[in-house]
């Protein structure tokens, strides 16, 4: 049995694309930009709101005129982080059998960790709007430590808190970049398929463990039973 899982957020826990999508497109028409479908929005998740918004910019480039993304994206920052507080939270949901999975992990002893690239502040929201506060010993957001998925770094700090080996530790996502963040600290890479990951098959990243459902990967990690959809 793992000594330590940790978490990605969005995607993975919970269900954020309507908020960060109805955040982002007030956005847009304050800034006097094209909006954007909900499913185009999503794929852009996963690399925190800064980013997101990044993204976004680089996608209306044709509306931008003479000024370049950075210097838009200087002046609507603001704005997105006005909507996003105002939304954070409020629409989002967890997957089926979010809460229960991290029950059961906690009632049998091992350590959880929360490791998103959202920033803090919103992660934080986030986990206490879905009744997930506290549930976590450590909660890391994109801009907690100096470097984010899919640098080794939030999950290595993880580790070293919790005084555990990357082999008794595991990583659950849904994007490439949890992925190759577990490689990269050497944990298990476990994913689930019902996330954002750009639109693109998260098989094709090769985790270790593919689970059909959270449920599942709570069978998994208790006893080992569990056949995941992919190993
Ligand atoms: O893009 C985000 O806000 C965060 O994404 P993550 O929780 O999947 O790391
Ligand atoms: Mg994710």
């Excluded at 960060?20 to 954007?36: F, H, M, V, Y």
């Excluded at 999503?42 to 044709?62: D, F, N, R, V, Y």
């Excluded at 976590?136 to 290595?156: C, N, Q, T």
């Excluded at 090769?206 to 998994?220: C, G, I, R, T, W």
Aim: hydrophobic share 45%.
């Amino acid at each position: 049995m793992k000594k330590l899982i940790t978490f990605d957020l969005d995607g993975t826990l919970a269900q954020t694309a309507g908020e960060i999508a109805a955040a982002a497109n007030l956005t847009l028409r304050e800034a006097n930009l094209p909006e954007q479908p909900e499913a185009v929005i999503a794929k852009m998740i996963g690399h925190g709101a800064s980013e997101l918004l990044m993204q976004l910019l680089q996608q209306a480039s044709p509306w931008l005129g003479r000024s370049g993304v950075a210097d838009w994206h200087r002046h609507v920052w603001p704005l997105f982080q006005v909507n996003y507080r105002a939304t954070c939270g409020t629409l989002a949901t967890l997957y089926p059998g979010a809460a229960d999975m991290l029950a059961r992990l906690d009632a049998a002893g091992i350590r959880l960790a929360l490791v998103s690239n959202k920033e803090e502040r919103y992660t934080r929201t986030l986990l206490r709007a879905l009744g997930l506060e506290g549930r976590f010993g450590i909660v890391i957001g994109g801009d907690s430590l100096p470097r984010k998925k899919p640098d080794a770094l939030p999950i290595e700090y993880c580790l070293r808190q919790f005084d555990v080996a990357p082999h008794e530790a595991a990583h659950l996502g849904d994007s490439h970049t949890d992925v190759a963040t577990a490689r990269a600290a050497g944990v298990e890479a476990w994913a689930v398929p019902h996330g954002y990951n750009r639109g693109l098959d998260i098989a094709d990243a090769k985790p270790d463990f593919l689970f059909a459902s959270l449920a599942d990967v709570a069978e998994h990690a208790l006893t080992r039973d569990c056949q995941p959809l992919a190993a």
